[in-house]
T-cell receptor, first 115, second 112 residues
Framework: GAGVSQTPSNKVTEKGKYVELRCDPI?????LYWYRQSLGQGPEFLIY????????DSGLPNDRFFAVRPEGSVSTLKIQRTERGDSAVYLC?????????????FGEGSRLTVL | DQQVKQNSPSLSVQEGRISILNCDYT??????FLWYKKYPAEGPTFLIS?????DKNEDGRFTVFLNKSAKHLSLHIVPSQPGDSAVYFC???????????FGKGTLLTVNP
């Protein structure tokens, strides 16, 4: 596709459930990032993939969060035993690597609501 | 520890006037600074950036100024238009993974 695609756009779940959020980056982009944006805050870094490997997962808040990118393209963010505090917009971004402007291209986000 | 700070949560200006959005940072290792614009229910979209070795970058109505000694940058929009009304995020790039660190954003409202 022309841009970064994220599904679902909205997800409502109950506390304790498992959720998966999917990101399809711009074709050919090797770098993929997940961010989380809570109400009134800026996007906060979660994890960075270069190809298939997670090069930096220092932003993942705890071991309930996990992300994969098995073929170096689509990525899935997985959240186990969801808590109300996980409610946020989860943003995915991609880039071609060493972008001259530092630009990341963002998707529209997946809004997660944990009841 | 907030490395990128936008101290004004909101700004309101009249159409045709200048909008100035400010951003401060603490990490001197940042090598690029970017501004993103975000409309409700959409992802952030890139607006303009500046390398840490420059002090000004201009693109049409948008100009970003960087003052490294003060660790401060600003975005100027001239003339402001109602369609510019959005949340503006300042972001900084640093480290080998090129991740961006964002401020909390400033809501700009341009009144007709």
């Amino acid at each position: 596709g022309a841009g970064v695609s994220q599904t679902p756009s909205n997800k409502v779940t109950e506390k304790g459930k498992y959720v998966e959020l999917r990101c399809d980056p711009i074709s050919g982009h090797t770098a993929l990032y997940w961010y989380r944006q809570s109400l009134g805050q800026g996007p906060e870094f979660l994890i960075y993939f270069q190809g298939t490997g997670a090069a930096d997962d220092s932003g993942l808040p705890n071991d309930r969060f996990f992300a994969v990118r098995p073929e170096g393209s689509v990525s899935t963010l997985k959240i186990q035993r969801t808590e109300r505090g996980d409610s946020a917009v989860y943003l995915c971004a991609s880039s071609g690597g060493l972008a001259a402007t530092g630009e990341l291209f963002f998707g529209e986000g997946s809004r997660l609501t944990v009841l | 520890d907030q490395q990128v700070k936008q101290n004004s949560p909101s700004l309101s200006v009249q159409e045709g006037r200048i909008s100035i959005l400010n951003c401060d940072y603490t990490n001197s290792m940042f090598d690029y600074f970017l501004w993103y614009k975000k409309y409700p229910a959409e992802g952030p979209t890139f607006l303009i950036s500046i390398s840490s070795i420059k002090d000004k970058n201009e693109d049409g109505r948008f100009t970003v100024f960087l003052n490294k000694s003060a660790k401060h940058l600003s975005l100027h929009i001239v003339p402001s238009q109602p369609g510019d009304s959005a949340v503006y995020f300042c972001a900084a790039r640093g480290g080998s993974n090129y991740k961006l660190t964002f401020g909390k954003g400033t809501l700009l409202t341009v009144n007709p």
